[in-house]
Every structure is written in C-alpha cells, then in structure tokens.
C-alpha cells in the first residue's frame, strides 16, 4: 500500500511525501537509481532487478535462461538512458542495455558500444543530483522524486485553494445572499446565526432577534435557510421551523409573519405581481398576496423556486419537478407534477429534484440528489409531458447528488456542487474539472446552499463546517496532460507480455479470440485518481466510462479489423487529451474465410441438390407405381366387363413399363386370384401368395417393387375399384355392393370408400 507520511517542508513550500516499498511491490528495499524514459514510465534499478511503475504497479524485469545474454546476476548498481530510449544497466564491472521495445537484456558486444554507454552515462548523472547519501530527480510532470537511504520518495507540492471565513464555531451554512446595496448574508443552522458582511466580506455584525445589527457574536434564535429582497427593499428570511420574517433594514425593525400555513420555509420568490411565492419542506407551495394566503400542493416538500420571464413556476420537490402558468387570480393556478416515469427515457432521472437553474441564453437545468444533472428540453413548460436530457459527462459523473447549481459567468460553464465535491462544467464539451478533497487538501462535506460568486471574481462556497473563499484564478488550472501507455496484454490464457507499448497494431491469430489490455495515464500524482473511457470504432459518441479502472477485456471477437481507443482524466480529475489507439486484427479460421464460406456454400448446394434429386426419384418411382397400379385396376375392370376380349389388346393401351409388370406370372397369377375372389371376404394375402406360387414375403416384395403397395392394399384397392363400377351401372344397395366386393361390414366398408375416393358410397353414386 501506499505510505502517505507526514508533511514536510522544503524551501518554504509544503509537499505530500508518498514512499514506496518492497510491500508496494518494489522488487527489494536496496533501491540504486532511477530514470524517466521517453514514454514517461519511471524505471528503477535495485538489486534484485530492473523495475517499471506506471503509477499503479511495480513490475520487475530479470535476466533469463536462454535469452543470449551474458548477464550473472540481476543486482544493478546504476541505470541511464541511451540515445535510442533504451535503458544501460551497470551490473558489477559490466555494463548491458535492455531493449525498452522487446524487454530484454542485450550484450554490448563491441567496443564502440562500451564507450557509448560510458558517455550517455557520464552525460546522464548530470540530469539528477547527488546531495550527500540521497539522489533527487524532477520528472516531467513537475514532481519531486527522491533516493533516500535505498527507499524511493516521491514529494507532490501541496497548495491550499480555500480561504476559510472566520467564525465562532462549526456550522453548516445554509444561506448565501446578496442584497440591494451589495452586502453579503451569510446564515448557519447549529448556532442559528444570521451574519452580514460588506461587499469585500468585512464583518458588519450579526442579527439579533429583534432586528438590531450586534458586532459580536449572537443567535438569532432561529436557523434561516433563505433570505430575499422585495422590490420595496424588505428583506425576507425564511426559517425552518420557525416560518418567516419581515426586516425593515433601515428602520431594523424584524416581524414574524404569524398567519403562514406551514413554517418550514425553504425558499422565497417574489413574482412579477409583487407576490411573494414560499417553498415549505412539508407544506407545498405558499402565496402570499398582500393579506391573503393560498396553498398549493400543501402536501409536497418543496426546495427550491425558479420564475421564468414568462411567469411560469418551477418548484423543485422531493418528490418531482412541479410547474404551473401564474394568472392574476391565484385560486385559477393550476401545477402540474412532472416525475421519474421508468417506461421512457425522456423522462426526469429521479424525484428527488434540489435545484433549477436558467443561463442567459434561457436553457433550464435541473439537479437531482441521485440522477445528475438534466436539460429541461421541451419549449412548451406547461405541456403534460415535459422531456428531459441528462447532461453528458466525461468519463463519467464524478457523484450522481447534485445539490446546487450556479452560472460561472459564461453562457456554457456552470459551478456545480455536490456532495464532497465542487464541479465545474462546461456544457459545450460535455466534460468538467473536479475540485474535491484531493484539489482542497481537506475533507470538505458542502451543503445545499448556492455558492455565491463576489464582486472580484472569487467564489463563495457553503460546507457543513462553514464558509470558504476560492479564487477564480485557483480554478481555472493548466491541466497536466498524462501520456497513455499500454503496460500489459494477456491473449487467452497465454503468459501475460509486458512489453507492449510500442504496439500500434495487434494481430491475433484464429484460436486467439479474448484478451484484456492493461493501460495507464503516467500521473504519478495520484494514479488511483484518475478516470478513463474507451470504445471500438471511430464513433466519438460511443465512449464507454470504466471509473478507475485501467483495463479493458475483449471477449469473443469475430474476425475482422477492431480500433481500440482510450482516454482519461489526469490525477486532478480534468479531461485531457492523451487519445490512444490501438488496431486489433482478428484472424479467421479457414470456415470463417471467404474460401472457407465459398466452400459450405458450395457443400451446403451439394447437398441441397443431392436431396432434390433423391426426392425428385423417389417421386418419378412413386408416380410410376401408382400408374402401374391404376393401369391393372383398370385393366381388371375392363377385364370384369367383357371376359371375352383378348389380353394382348388391352395391353395396347397399357405403358410399355407397365405391360411388362403384367406379365410378370407371379403378378399374372395374383391379378387372376383378386378377379375369381374378389367377393370373398375370407381370402388374406396367404391365400394370395398360395395362389401365385411364392412366399408371403416374397409376393410382398414383388407388389412393393411393382406397384408401391402391399397384398393387402392391392386387394382393397381392386375391390373398391370393383365396388365404383357396381355403384355406378347396377341398382345394388351400399350393403349389397360391400358384400359384392368382399366387405362383411358395410360401415367398414363406406370408411375405406371414403379413404380412397374421398366421398361416401352413396355420393359417389348420386354423382353426376
């Protein structure tokens, strides 16, 4: 882990002082010397090795067995630079170079070598200084590191932003407001005091209970959440609990306005008509019109009020945004609640709304205690449905609470405030600067109060502890630009490589398809700090926030050309622009290539046609068979109706294919057996094959080939054949005709009709 140690001072200035040790991940506690190389990665020699940080890890680097270099042990008494960005490493009398772009260690094989690293060397013990037993080095971001009693030091300058304003105790404050003649108010809620200060922020007294100014410290009995000046010079203050007050500055002279519905008074507005409109955490919206008093959604927490030049409302509540058009008449006002609906997108990010804020150019923003901060995008206020944008943010929302909102001067920077942190926001970039604990140097804890931006530019920011001035100037910083390096890639499940950076393009092979990158910004300052984005392609809208993560996995690519960019913040939490791109090339298998698709296309068609044709045959065999078998259904039933005509002169009209089968003996015999017992119910296909002289099997097989069927439906089919003629040219009964052809059962006999012609015995006969 990190050693923060104590502050210490040097040449009159403060400095964080960060160690770094063996358990941080330093490779041993004898530390020899250190460099910063082109990329900006700090390199540490010690004597168990050479070891890189980009500002997160330590990672060690050795001599190995089998990399050709004549190096005896990894304990490395000094480290400089060469020409070429590599590293020299003197190891005993001995001096080699290891390569920044492979990562390992070389021999200097020759003469001229030797003498050039002994120059570089001479050369670069000048860039840091030797002050007795430490070595001290300023990198290039500013930072000081030191070599102290073997253990690496790295001092950052501490500069304090924040100009606290003096007061009795710690307190949250909860009112900043200016009046007509330019004083400053300034009210807190422990000790409830209501303070005044001149223009340039001089004490001029506190308020008593009464209304008198008191030039030492006093109560004012009641803790104030908002104060406004009237046209008429009243100033109002609204307390919670303790309702509303009416002061008469000049004549000092402070009422309590007794006839208020609810006196949890969180903010006032005064209208375009001279009414003064009340927001009450628990009492809804409250106008006060000369005398009478109305109320308005008296069951909302209200916190905050905005008109527009348009008398429009806006009100923002713990419970959605209310908006409502003001008419002279307050009892024909009508609000509307626009809240967080989870069925579309346009919609407020959360109810818990706390601040509205208009720029010059008229646009309304609205904060919430868990969304951000949205865009009011619809023109028409008063419409049913109000639509809504998130405002974007850089690498993402450093907090999602939003407390108050105030305009920095220009038409695109606001000065946001969350919780632990101030944000400055510039809606043309879509990014902000963060001013946190890390900015202050202290654990600042802000309330809901509006900063208040005074007359010479500075700001005046409200905390739980009490009130601070910052500097304009402190706040428009020179940002550190941090380089983004690749320090690390694991491909699959293969060893990781370190020695990466130097990768403009990345090819994977086809079975390499997951990877995770590793990457840093090198600000040494605080790297935990920093936030980072990224996204595959050249669409700038695509940008993926991943916080402090520095690493990004890939899994499952397809084949084809990727371009991985990154980005991040610098330690100071501001955008920066350090893009970095990496190319990565996925190889396809060879089915993943055109040939290798070309290829399944042409098999898959193969198969296709191979199918078709087969199903195309079977189909030609099919048709054949039933013709075949239609052909001596018919030849029998003209057989049946003159037994006297010759054979041969039927099979004139027969097919050649099919007077083949005809006279088959087998098929002869079988054809002459259905014709002499085709009324006889008792025959069976054992009878049949007795009759044509073969096996049962092998009169099954012979039907089968010949005409697609078995005995047994060819028996059916002749009798159902023989049954249409009865029923078309004879007077017979349906029963009659099923006896005729063999049929014991008449309705068995009109199902099987039915099967095979599709009508019913007795529609066949009535038929035309």
């Given at each position: 882990?990190?050693?923060?140690?104590?502050?210490?001072?040097?040449?009159?200035?403060?400095?964080?002082?960060?160690?770094?040790?063996?358990?941080?991940?330093?490779?041993?506690?004898?530390?020899?010397?250190?460099?910063?190389?082109?990329?900006?990665?700090?390199?540490?020699?010690?004597?168990?090795?050479?070891?890189?940080?980009?500002?997160?890890?330590?990672?060690?680097?050795?001599?190995?067995?089998?990399?050709?270099?004549?190096?005896?042990?990894?304990?490395?008494?000094?480290?400089?630079?060469?020409?070429?960005?590599?590293?020299?490493?003197?190891?005993?009398?001995?001096?080699?170079?290891?390569?920044?772009?492979?990562?390992?260690?070389?021999?200097?094989?020759?003469?001229?070598?030797?003498?050039?690293?002994?120059?570089?060397?001479?050369?670069?013990?000048?860039?840091?200084?030797?002050?007795?037993?430490?070595?001290?080095?300023?990198?290039?971001?500013?930072?000081?590191?030191?070599?102290?009693?073997?253990?690496?030091?790295?001092?950052?300058?501490?500069?304090?932003?924040?100009?606290?304003?003096?007061?009795?105790?710690?307190?949250?404050?909860?009112?900043?407001?200016?009046?007509?003649?330019?004083?400053?108010?300034?009210?807190?809620?422990?000790?409830?005091?209501?303070?005044?200060?001149?223009?340039?922020?001089?004490?001029?007294?506190?308020?008593?209970?009464?209304?008198?100014?008191?030039?030492?410290?006093?109560?004012?009995?009641?803790?104030?959440?908002?104060?406004?000046?009237?046209?008429?010079?009243?100033?109002?203050?609204?307390?919670?609990?303790?309702?509303?007050?009416?002061?008469?500055?000049?004549?000092?002279?402070?009422?309590?306005?007794?006839?208020?519905?609810?006196?949890?008074?969180?903010?006032?507005?005064?209208?375009?008509?001279?009414?003064?409109?009340?927001?009450?955490?628990?009492?809804?919206?409250?106008?006060?019109?000369?005398?009478?008093?109305?109320?308005?959604?008296?069951?909302?927490?209200?916190?905050?009020?905005?008109?527009?030049?348009?008398?429009?409302?806006?009100?923002?509540?713990?419970?959605?945004?209310?908006?409502?058009?003001?008419?002279?008449?307050?009892?024909?006002?009508?609000?509307?609640?626009?809240?967080?609906?989870?069925?579309?997108?346009?919609?407020?990010?959360?109810?818990?709304?706390?601040?509205?804020?208009?720029?010059?150019?008229?646009?309304?923003?609205?904060?919430?205690?868990?969304?951000?901060?949205?865009?009011?995008?619809?023109?028409?206020?008063?419409?049913?449905?109000?639509?809504?944008?998130?405002?974007?943010?850089?690498?993402?929302?450093?907090?999602?609470?939003?407390?108050?909102?105030?305009?920095?001067?220009?038409?695109?920077?606001?000065?946001?405030?969350?919780?632990?942190?101030?944000?400055?926001?510039?809606?043309?970039?879509?990014?902000?600067?963060?001013?946190?604990?890390?900015?202050?140097?202290?654990?600042?804890?802000?309330?809901?109060?509006?900063?208040?931006?005074?007359?010479?530019?500075?700001?005046?920011?409200?905390?739980?502890?009490?009130?601070?001035?910052?500097?304009?100037?402190?706040?428009?910083?020179?940002?550190?630009?941090?380089?983004?390096?690749?320090?690390?890639?694991?491909?699959?499940?293969?060893?990781?490589?370190?020695?990466?950076?130097?990768?403009?393009?990345?090819?994977?092979?086809?079975?390499?398809?997951?990877?995770?990158?590793?990457?840093?910004?090198?600000?040494?300052?605080?790297?935990?700090?920093?936030?980072?984005?990224?996204?595959?392609?050249?669409?700038?809208?695509?940008?993926?926030?991943?916080?402090?993560?520095?690493?990004?996995?890939?899994?499952?690519?397809?084949?084809?050309?990727?371009?991985?960019?990154?980005?991040?913040?610098?330690?100071?939490?501001?955008?920066?622009?350090?893009?970095?791109?990496?190319?990565?090339?996925?190889?396809?298998?060879?089915?993943?290539?055109?040939?290798?698709?070309?290829?399944?296309?042409?098999?898959?068609?193969?198969?296709?046609?191979?199918?078709?044709?087969?199903?195309?045959?079977?189909?030609?065999?099919?048709?054949?068979?039933?013709?075949?078998?239609?052909?001596?259904?018919?030849?029998?039933?003209?057989?049946?109706?003159?037994?006297?005509?010759?054979?041969?002169?039927?099979?004139?009209?027969?097919?050649?294919?099919?007077?083949?089968?005809?006279?088959?003996?087998?098929?002869?015999?079988?054809?002459?057996?259905?014709?002499?017992?085709i009324s006889n119910s008792d025959v069976g296909v054992g009878d049949m094959a007795e009759a044509a002289a073969t096996s049962r099997s092998g009169l099954q097989r012979k039907l089968k080939k010949a005409m697609g069927i078995t005995p047994q439906d060819l028996l059916r089919e002749a009798r159902i054949k023989h049954a249409c003629r009865l029923l078309r040219e004879t007077d017979k009964t349906v029963a009659e005709v099923s006896y005729a052809c063999g049929f014991t059962d008449p309705k068995y006999f009109s199902r099987c009709f039915k099967q095979s012609t599709g009508m019913s015995p007795s529609e066949y006969k009535t038929a035309p």
């Amino acid at each position: 882990m990190l050693l923060i140690g104590p502050t210490v001072c040097m040449s009159q200035s403060q400095y964080h002082q960060v160690k770094y040790d063996e358990e941080d991940g330093v490779p041993s506690n004898h530390v020899t010397q250190l460099l910063q190389d082109a990329d900006g990665f700090m390199w540490f020699s010690t004597w168990n090795g050479l070891c890189r940080f980009d500002g997160y890890d330590f990672q060690t680097f050795k001599s190995q067995n089998g990399d050709s270099c004549h190096m005896t042990s990894d304990r490395l008494r000094n480290i400089w630079l060469s020409d070429q960005g590599n590293i020299y490493c003197k190891v005993e009398n001995d001096t080699f170079c290891f390569d920044t772009r492979t990562y390992r260690f070389q021999d200097l094989v020759n003469k001229a070598d030797r003498e050039k690293a002994r120059v570089t060397g001479r050369s670069a013990s000048k860039r840091g200084q030797f002050n007795g037993d430490f070595f001290e080095f300023t990198d290039r971001q500013g930072l000081q590191w030191e070599l102290r009693d073997n253990a690496i030091s790295c001092l950052r300058p501490i500069h304090y932003p924040a100009q606290p304003i003096a007061q009795q105790q710690p307190a949250q404050i909860r009112c900043l407001a200016r009046d007509g003649k330019g004083r400053i108010w300034m009210t807190t809620k422990e000790d409830a005091t209501v303070r005044l200060f001149d223009a340039r922020l001089q004490p001029l007294g506190y308020l008593r209970p009464e209304g008198k100014l008191q030039a030492g410290y006093v109560s004012f009995g009641q803790p104030v959440y908002c104060i406004t000046q009237t046209r008429d010079g009243i100033i109002w203050l609204g307390s919670k609990p303790g309702g509303l007050f009416r002061y008469d500055g000049n004549a000092q002279i402070l009422r309590h306005i007794e006839n208020l519905p609810h006196q949890a008074v969180y903010d006032i507005k005064e209208d375009s008509r001279g009414r003064l409109w009340l927001a009450t955490l628990g009492g809804g919206l409250v106008c006060m019109d000369g005398d009478r008093v109305y109320q308005f959604m008296d069951s909302l927490k209200v916190r905050y009020i905005h008109l527009t030049a348009d008398n429009v409302l806006l009100a923002a509540t713990t419970d959605g945004l209310v908006a409502g058009k003001l008419t002279d008449n307050p009892r024909d006002i009508r609000f509307r609640l626009h809240q967080r609906e989870p069925n579309r997108q346009g919609s407020l990010n959360s109810n818990a709304t706390m601040d509205i804020l208009q720029d010059s150019r008229g646009r309304l923003f609205v904060s919430t205690e868990n969304g951000a901060v949205s865009e009011i995008v619809s023109k028409d206020l008063l419409a049913d449905t109000l639509s809504f944008r998130r405002l974007p943010m850089r690498g993402g929302w450093p907090t999602e609470t939003i407390l108050s909102m105030a305009s920095m001067g220009t038409d695109d920077e606001m000065l946001f405030t969350g919780s632990n942190q101030l944000i400055a926001y510039d809606s043309r970039q879509g990014n902000g600067s963060t001013y946190d604990s890390w900015y202050f140097h202290h654990p600042y804890h802000f309330s809901e109060v509006r900063p208040l931006r005074l007359d010479d530019c500075r700001w005046l920011v409200g905390s739980m502890e009490g009130a601070f001035t910052l500097s304009m100037k402190d706040m428009e910083r020179t940002p550190f630009v941090p380089n983004m390096v690749l320090t690390a890639i694991t491909i699959q499940n293969n060893p990781t490589q370190y020695a990466v950076n130097h990768l403009d393009t990345l090819c994977l092979s086809p079975a390499e398809r997951s990877l995770t990158i590793q990457f840093a910004a090198l600000d040494f300052s605080n790297a935990q700090r920093i936030r980072y984005e990224f996204r595959l392609g050249d669409d700038d809208v695509s940008w993926t926030a991943i916080g402090h993560n520095h690493s990004v996995t890939l899994s499952a690519l397809q084949p084809g050309t990727y371009e991985l960019w990154l980005r991040s913040t610098n330690a100071d939490g501001i955008s920066v622009n350090n893009l970095r791109r990496l190319v990565i090339v996925v190889q396809p298998t060879f089915w993943e290539s055109v040939w290798g698709r070309l290829l399944i296309v042409l098999i898959v068609a193969a198969v296709l046609g191979i199918t078709a044709y087969t199903l195309l045959y079977i189909r030609r065999i099919k048709r054949k068979q039933h013709e075949t078998l239609q052909a001596y259904l018919a030849l029998m039933e003209e057989h049946d109706e003159d037994r006297s005509s010759d054979a041969g002169q039927h099979r004139e009209t027969v097919p050649m294919h099919q007077a083949s089968v005809a006279d088959d003996p087998v098929i002869k015999r079988v054809m002459e057996f259905i014709e002499q017992h085709i009324s006889n119910s008792d025959v069976g296909v054992g009878d049949m094959a007795e009759a044509a002289a073969t096996s049962r099997s092998g009169l099954q097989r012979k039907l089968k080939k010949a005409m697609g069927i078995t005995p047994q439906d060819l028996l059916r089919e002749a009798r159902i054949k023989h049954a249409c003629r009865l029923l078309r040219e004879t007077d017979k009964t349906v029963a009659e005709v099923s006896y005729a052809c063999g049929f014991t059962d008449p309705k068995y006999f009109s199902r099987c009709f039915k099967q095979s012609t599709g009508m019913s015995p007795s529609e066949y006969k009535t038929a035309p």
